[in-house]
C-alpha cells in the first residue's frame, strides 16, 4: 500500500461520494456533487500548507494573524475527467493557476499516452496538486506526475475521488514521495480497467456523453 494515503472520511462528503457512486445520478446532479466534493478536497489536502504570522490592522486593534506562506499552488488536471474538480477546487484555491495534462489509456494495454500538455512556464517554483476523479490503474497518474517531474516540480500532491488498491500500490512503487488524499480506496479493477463498486468513467457522467 501506499505510504502517504490520507481518506477523507468526513460525513459530508462521504454521504455526496455515495450519491455520485449511484448509478440513478443525473449528469446535472453528479457534476454539482463532484464540483462540491473537489472543495472538499482541496481543503484536507492544504491541511499541512505552512503558514507565517504577518501583522494586520483589525478595526479594533494591530495584531499578528495567520496567513499562507510557501510556494504558490497550481492545480494540475488530468484531462478530460480532471476538469471536473478543477472549479470546486479553484473555488477554495482562487489563486492557484491551472495546467492541463492529456492521456489517453490504451484500450488494449490500458498504458497512459500523452496528447496534450500546457502548465505554466514557473511550474518548477509551486506546489502542484494533480487531479484526477478516478486512480484507476495509475498509469495516467504515474505518467503525470513522471512528466511534472522531468519539468523539475519537486512539490506535489495526488487527488482523487475513488482509489483502486491497485493504483495506489502502482503510486506506491513510482512515486512513493508524493502524498495522495482520496475518499474512499475500492475493491479492485475489473478485466477493463474500471473500478469496482466505483461510478462508471468519471468523464462520461460529468459531461454526459454516454
Ligand atoms: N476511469 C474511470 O472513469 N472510471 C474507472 O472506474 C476507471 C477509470
Known amino acids: 500500500m501506499h505510504p502517504n494515503v490520507q481518506v477523507i472520511d ?3 462528503l462521504q454521504h455526496k461520494l455515495t450519491i455520485v457512486r449511484r448509478s440513478d445520478t443525473t449528469t446535472d446532479n453528479f457534476r454539482r456533487l463532484v464540483r462540491e466534493i473537489a472543495s472538499m478536497m482541496a481543503y484536507e489536502a492544504t491541511r499541512d500548507l505552512p503558514v507565517e504570522q504577518v501583522s494586520i490592522s483589525t478595526p479594533v486593534a494591530d495584531c499578528e494573524a495567520p496567513m499562507i506562506s510557501g510556494k504558490k499552488l497550481c492545480l494540475v488536471s488530468i484531462l478530460r475527467a480532471g476538469n471536473g474538480m478543477l ?3 479553484i473555488d477554495l484555491l482562487p ?3 491551472v495546467g492541463h495534462v492529456g492521456l489517453y489509456r490504451d484500450p488494449h494495454t490500458l498504458e497512459a499516452i500523452e496528447y496534450y500538455y500546457k502548465v505554466p512556464d514557473d511550474i518548477e517554483e509551486r506546489l502542484v496538486i494533480v487531479v484526477d476523479p478516478m486512480l484507476a490503474t495509475g498509469n495516467s497518474a504515474s ?7 522531468e519539468d523539475g516540480v519537486s512539490s506535489l500532491k495526488f487527488v482523487c475521488l ?3 488498491p491497485e493504483g495506489l500500490a502502482a503510486l506506491a512503487q513510482q512515486h512513493p514521495d508524493v502524498p495522495v488524499t482520496t475518499g474512499a480506496i475500492d475493491s479492485h479493477l475489473n478485466d477493463h480497467g474500471y473500478i469496482v463498486p466505483g461510478l462508471g468513467d468519471a468523464g462520461d457522467r460529468i459531461f454526459g456523453t454516454q
Open 87 to 89: 472549479d470546486g477546487m
Open 162 to 164: 475513488l482509489a483502486a
Open 143 to 149: 505518467a503525470a506526475l513522471s512528466r511534472l517531474k
Open 10 to 12: 468526513h460525513p459530508l
Open 95 to 97: 489563486g492557484a493557476r
